[in-house]
């Protein structure tokens, strides 16, 4: 058809949409995606509202509090991934260093007094009117976008043979990583570190760099993890709870042994929908971090395998749409999807790991079902962006150059 526009109207290519450009010319996104992000969502609501619903009776009288809000926010990411979705992945790309400079101003001022709104000891929100927004989601967020920039712009010296080349390559974006840790640090918020760390290792690795480089980066990484972990008093007492929970089940133990107690009672099928008696203020945060533990108790075992299988289609489907990328040359949606995927798997492992005992307390939600409306956005726009690139991965590329 467009042959025959040519012959009949010379200049009908000037006016024509480029590839990609029009809508109709992107098929349709990934479907499996697509499925397991709204069911995960869906179910997030539910649970959500089962956990929340006598907490928020106490605080504020109304038992569906919590799942207005989440059901607002849950609106909000569905507008703000529709927005993102539209948006070129070369725009993105280009985008790259302003995001992380955008990063790095976020971190900045949310530790200004004032500005930075302490919750539980932490400063990792700002707060607008009645909303607060935690400004490490999207910092994550926009600092994986850098780096698979960076990656795609600097792919020769990471796979080339000169030492001393690849070396300074590799270190770059680890500096910037560093001091974004740093900043995530003074919050204090060591979830996110470990979480923006192995994701972005991932991409470097997933990349092609140097083996043995890669090996010394990680062994130096984990040392640094090592004794921050065991500096801080803290950090050293949730990994020494975590050890042996009930030696003070009533104390430093408290929140993962009422966590196993609420798995433990789950069994195969669960005690029913809504009948979970861990979420009777025995369990804290039983909506938010420890929400899974809420479902394990009322879903069972049936429960879990259920959403570790979702999230484990959302990771498949993401290496395989990094991988197509990867075929046809498009180095920064491979690496973007890499990256987004490593971040669902390595985030909702986490969360689940630290519900089950099975890692310190990190303070991670689950992505897209715990409670928490900078998260739950952050995670929708995360997923537009995977489906942009399957779209236009499957279109034939034309946009990332």
């Not at 467009?2 to 000037?14: E, F, G, Q, Y």
């Not at 869906?42 to 907490?55: E, R």
């Not at 990583?177 to 570190?193: K, R, T, W, Y």
Request: net charge neutral.
């Amino acid at each position: 058809m467009l042959n025959i526009a040519a012959v009949l109207h010379p200049n009908a290519k000037d006016q024509l949409p480029e590839a990609g450009e029009g809508r109709s010319v992107l098929p349709f996104p990934d479907p499996w995606i697509l499925i397991a992000g709204l069911l995960l969502l869906a179910l997030g609501l539910l649970m959500v509202t089962s956990a929340s619903m006598p907490t928020a009776d106490r605080q504020t009288g109304q038992p569906f509090y919590f799942l207005i809000r989440q059901g607002a926010f849950a609106l909000i990411g569905l507008v703000a991934a529709g927005f993102v979705f539209q948006i070129p992945l070369a725009r993105w790309r280009r985008m790259g260093p302003m995001l992380l400079m955008a990063a790095f101003g976020l971190l900045t001022l949310v530790l200004i007094p004032h500005v930075g709104k302490e919750v539980n000891g932490s400063m990792r929100w700002i707060g607008f009117g009645p909303i607060n927004i935690q400004v490490s989601e999207l910092a994550k967020l926009f600092t994986l976008i850098y780096v698979a920039d960076y990656l795609k712009r600097h792919s020769v010296e990471l796979q080339t043979a000169n030492f001393r080349t690849s070396a300074l390559a590799l270190l770059r974006p680890m500096a910037v990583l560093a001091v974004l840790a740093v900043l995530l640090l003074l919050e204090p918020d060591f979830g996110s570190v470990v979480v923006l760390m192995a994701t972005a290792m991932g991409m470097v690795f997933l990349a092609g760099v140097n083996l043995w480089q890669f090996g010394t980066l990680v062994f130096g990484t984990s040392a640094v993890m090592a004794v921050l972990l065991w500096s801080s008093p803290y950090r050293r007492a949730r990994l020494v709870s975590f050890m042996n929970p009930w030696e003070d089940p009533f104390g430093s133990g408290f929140q993962l042994t009422q966590s196993l107690i609420a798995i433990g009672r789950g069994e195969l099928f669960g005690v029913g929908l809504g009948e979970s008696v861990q979420k009777l203020f025995y369990l804290p945060e039983a909506y938010t971090d420890f929400l899974f533990a809420i479902l394990a108790e009322e879903l069972g075992l049936a429960g879990i395998l259920t959403i570790i299988a979702l999230f484990m289609t959302l990771v498949w489907r993401a290496f395989r749409i990094g991988q197509r990328a990867e075929r046809i040359g498009m180095k920064f949606s491979a690496s973007l999807a890499y990256g987004l995927g490593l971040w669902f798997g390595i985030q909702s492992l986490f969360n689940m790991g630290v519900n089950m005992g099975a890692l310190p307390t990190k303070g991670l939600t689950l992505p897209l079902m715990s409670y928490g409306g900078s998260s739950l956005v952050v995670m929708c726009m995360a997923l537009a962006l995977l489906l942009r690139v399957d779209v236009e991965t499957r279109a034939g590329g034309v946009h990332e150059e």
